[in-house]
């Protein structure tokens, strides 16, 4: 089970930080993923990050304001917002595992993956 946390409401230019653990698993096994789902939009992935760390996918609209960080000693996979816009307000999900193609290119969900129950982030003045 892939549990989110550290969701809420910001104003523009604030930060935030998502946290997804994983309880019931001994590890988390593969690449990790947020992503995020708007009203009335569909699904995107936000970042992801390998296995082993050394691989980290971000979409564009969030490249140099997010970062992904991840403890597996904890099973914990943090997302850190930084610059929120009211553009970013969604839910946001954790998955596991999912693939990160191409070196980075894009991240996508694998379909017997695993979801978290989602976090709901707000930009709002």
């Known amino acids: 089970e892939l549990v989110e946390s550290g969701g809420g409401q910001v104003q523009p230019g604030g930060s935030l930080r998502l946290s997804c653990e994983a309880f019931g698993l001994t590890s988390v096994v593969g690449a990790i993923g947020w992503f995020r789902q708007a009203p009335g939009k569909a699904r995107e992935a936000v970042s992801c990050?390998?296995?082993?760390?050394?691989?980290?996918y971000y979409a564009r609209s969030v490249l140099g304001r997010f970062g992904i960080s991840v403890a597996r000693e904890k099973n914990t996979v943090d997302l850190q917002m930084n610059s929120l816009n009211p553009e970013d307000t969604a839910v946001y999900y954790c998955a596991a595992p999912v693939s990160i193609l191409s070196g980075g290119i894009s991240c996508v969900p694998i379909p017997s993956g695993s979801w978290g129950q989602g976090t709901q982030v707000t930009v709002s003045s």
């Open positions: 990050v390998s296995d082993s760390g050394d691989t980290t």
